[in-house]
């Protein structure tokens, strides 16, 4: 309850709009137990900006750099924060959920944000309550999982940071399967967004179902996944949130509303990657099929023979239920060579990139395979960084493929378990920018794009003894009809297989050349409607802003315009000052 001085204080000094939503999205909305009515209809009205937080929007902002040192704005910051903090409190109540004052680094430290407000809700009304509250104060909410991500979109300084993980379910278990029905004929899975991937594949083989695809990692969030469209490598699979047949989701006003996909089909367009733009989602239902006993085989290759073929490549990724490349340089060398170069730092003469092997790793459905055979998760054998070997130096490569040496060739599991899962490093961090391709019929747009990264790598290793990349990981997907999905089905360049590529690399981010490869790539590639993942790093290559609204065109604006038409967010309340640069504020506030 909201003692009655917080509500009279607050409807004193604003004035009450009645915003009529249209009558059709009347039924969207869930009957929740909600005591906080009076804070609802205050939260509808207009707001009133604390001048502490313009100033940390604006001129204490870090991009701003009018204060002398980090140190000295951080701090001025944070005694701002204090007086946003005490207000917050108060208008929480002393029954809310805690507000703490944190700094935030994300899982590869590329993001590091120096005062955020963080709530860590486990009630929907709570999250109704802190919704409200942000909206009186005009503060901006933004969702957070395991914070994986490698792009700006969690939330700005001195803004909230809403953790989703612990939310329980009011009306249900954390996850349920639902079997054929009526209304649908297939197997569903509902969860709750903060559902770990793992936690999800365990009940997907305890209950027989699996989905076609997934990404190389099982720590991170079903939300999250959703939002930026997480794939995998299944050559018919599509990106996460293609998965979704259902989703509910707390609005701006704090309402509780229910998306089906058959019904609202064109929302279910953007929310398929929502970067979290659309509210906070409880939870997701996602189709599913009955599980599958798959083969996976690993193989060690040339990779000339695959990455300058384009015959062979096509028939390799056409004829695997999932297909896995992964290419780390200067691999070749013999154990001679290798000493050689140990002794001497110098690149053998006869080193060249089409010399190095691929480690290719495919994944088919088999029939009648002994039960006593089929093996748990499949864990990449990483040995201590995430793009494999824990050697340093252009040696890393031959021992990265040794590791792989020491596999079995042949594995079986049940389909969610044979997705390649890579372990927390142990040390060290690798950043990830990976970026997409339409992929041709005859395999040319690919091909280029890979042929161009490995001879940019082959340059370097060879003129100055250095790799600008740990990893390539090339992986291909089906294209959905979604609108800012980078594997995206209105992208349709000349002869499309309805598939997209998307080339990862990795390295630190202070490694010599990385950040010049991506620049290069995206450069050379701006004419094939080149487009970066959302998850990963690419705020750092010049020009990429309008790559991204030249290549999504008309995309950006119907993404938009759903979530005015659905009333989701009418003033940007989910919004980050990143996501405004690329999509612009909402016309119906
Ligand atoms: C080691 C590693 C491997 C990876 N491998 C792959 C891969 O193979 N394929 C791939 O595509 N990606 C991959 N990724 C990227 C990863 O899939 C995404 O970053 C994903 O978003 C991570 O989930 P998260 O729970 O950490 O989400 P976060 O990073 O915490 O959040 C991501 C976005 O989701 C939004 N969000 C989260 N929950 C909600 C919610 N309940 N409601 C509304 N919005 C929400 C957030 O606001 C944010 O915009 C990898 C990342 C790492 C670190
Ligand atoms: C998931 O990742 C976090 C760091 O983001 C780590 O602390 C945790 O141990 C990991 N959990 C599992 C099960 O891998
Ligand atoms: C390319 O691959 C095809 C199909 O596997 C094969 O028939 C052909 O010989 C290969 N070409 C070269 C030059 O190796
Ligand atoms: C993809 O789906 C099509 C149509 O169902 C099927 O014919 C084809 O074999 C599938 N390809 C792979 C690689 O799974
Ligand atoms: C490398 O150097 C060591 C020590 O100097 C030497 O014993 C070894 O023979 C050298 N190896 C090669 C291949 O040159
Ligand atoms: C490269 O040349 C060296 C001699 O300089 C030779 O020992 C080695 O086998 C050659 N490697 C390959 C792959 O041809
Ligand atoms: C590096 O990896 C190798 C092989 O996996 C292992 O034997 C060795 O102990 C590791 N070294 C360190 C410093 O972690
Ligand atoms: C499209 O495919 C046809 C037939 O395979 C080919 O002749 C043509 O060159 C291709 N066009 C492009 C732009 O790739
Ligand atoms: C060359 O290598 C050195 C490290 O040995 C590095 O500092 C430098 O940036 C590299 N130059 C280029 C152009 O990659």
Known sequence: MVPSTYTSLFLSSVVLLSVADPSTLDDTIVDVTDDDKVFAEVSRSKRHVPSVLSEIMGPLSRSKRQVQSEFVRSDLVYSRMRVLHLMLKYLIGPN???VEIRHFVNWDKTILIDNLFYVHPTTIQQVQRIIRVAA??????????EGHSRSPLYPDEGNIMMDVRDLTRFDGPRIELMRPNSERQYYTVKAMTGVYLYDLNEFFVKNGVTLIAEPLNNNETIGGMVSVSTHGSTWNGTGFGDFMVEVRIIDSMGRLRRFVREQHSELFKSLNCGLGMFGIMYDITLRVVTSKVVKVENRIVSLE???YNATKFGEIVTSNLATEISWYPFNSLT???AEEYANSSKVPGNWSARRDYLWLRTTNEVDGV???????????PTGGSLSGSNVTGLLRGKSALDLVRNLSPVTYHYLPDAFPILKPPRFGTETSTALFVTVDTEYKRPLTALQFLIEFTERQIRSNGTTPINALLPRLLMNSDCHICPANSNIQPVNSTGRSMVIDFLAPPSQAGYYDISREFVYRFR??????????RFDNMPGVMDIIRNVYGDGIQKFMKSREDYRLDPCDLFMNKYLLQIFGQSKIC
Request: net charge positive; charged share 20%; glycine share 10%.
């Open 96 to 98: 809310g959920p805690e």
């Open 136 to 145: 009186m104060m005009q503060m901006r909410v933004r969702a957070t999982g």
């Open 305 to 307: 023979s695959i990455l």
């Open 335 to 337: 154990n001679t060579e």
């Open 370 to 380: 002994n039960p006593s055979l089929i093996q748990g998760p499949n864990f990449l």
């Open 527 to 536: 004419g094939d409607l080149v487009r970066p993942h959302w998850a990963k």
